[in-house]
Each structure stands twice: as structure tokens, then as C-alpha cells.
Nanobody
Framework: QVQLVESGGGLVQAGGSLRLSCTAS????????MAWFRQATGKEREFVAG????????YFTDSVKGRFTISRDNAKNTVYLQMNSLKPEDTAVYYC?????????????????WGQGTRVTVSS
């Protein structure tokens, strides 16, 4: 079992920045591919960004490319999502997810472990 705990959400003005953190426990973090998903009110949950456990390869959904970065610190069992130039449409609950799959996948059902979510609100 893997437990994931997110932190770092909050209220920010458009154009601002936030950094989300997700700390894992219960399994060797370095062998997990990690990802962030988000769900806006009334919408389906969508993939945002991911980082593989092998080589740390990253992948982003088009709407956040150039604004968000994802990184991991295996020594701290933590993955980060740095969000810059935030827009009101980035408002959502952000979820951390983990899978043993080697590469980043955008498919929700391929992630076995999920955090409780942290809310991000971007005001205009």
C-alpha cells in the first residue's frame, strides 16, 4: 500500500504561483511513477502532469505546458508541482497519484494510489 498526502493548495490571484507537494509512504518511492490530476467543479478529473520513476521523464497536458513543472525528490519521497502564471481555469482540486508503470500514463485507471486532494483557487 502507498499513502499519498498533498499540500500546498490555496487561493491565489491570476498570474500568481503555487507549489503543490505530495509525500508518499508505504512503498519505495523511487519505483513509482507519479502524476498530478485535477478536477474542476462539474467536470471530469483530468491529467495534468507526470514524472516517471525511470529517468524522471516528464509529460504535461497541453494547457499547462510552459507554465507548470513537475519534479521529484526521491530522498524525501516527495513530488512537486510548480504552477506559475496561474489562470482562473486552473481552479480545481488537485490530486496526486502513483503507479508502478514505468512510463507516465494519462489514464486515470492506471494509477493505483491516490491522495485526498488539495484545492487550488485562482481568482481573476
Amino acid at each position: 500500500q502507498v499513502q499519498l498526502v498533498e499540500s500546498g493548495g490555496g487561493l491565489v490571484q491570476a498570474g500568481g504561483s503555487l507549489r503543490l507537494s505530495c509525500t508518499a509512504s508505504g512503498r519505495t518511492f523511487s519505483s513509482l511513477t507519479m502524476a498530478w490530476f485535477r478536477q474542476a467543479t462539474g467536470k471530469e478529473r483530468e491529467f495534468v502532469a507526470g514524472i516517471s520513476w525511470s529517468y524522471g521523464l516528464t509529460y504535461f497536458t497541453d494547457s499547462v505546458k510552459g507554465r507548470f513543472t513537475i519534479s521529484r525528490d526521491n530522498a524525501k519521497n516527495t513530488v512537486y508541482l510548480q504552477m506559475n502564471s496561474l489562470k482562473p481555469e486552473d481552479t480545481a482540486v488537485y490530486y496526486c497519484a502513483a503507479t508502478a508503470i514505468v512510463v507516465v500514463t494519462t489514464k486515470e485507471y492506471e494509477y493505483d494510489y491516490w491522495g485526498q486532494g488539495t484545492r487550488v483557487t485562482v481568482s481573476s
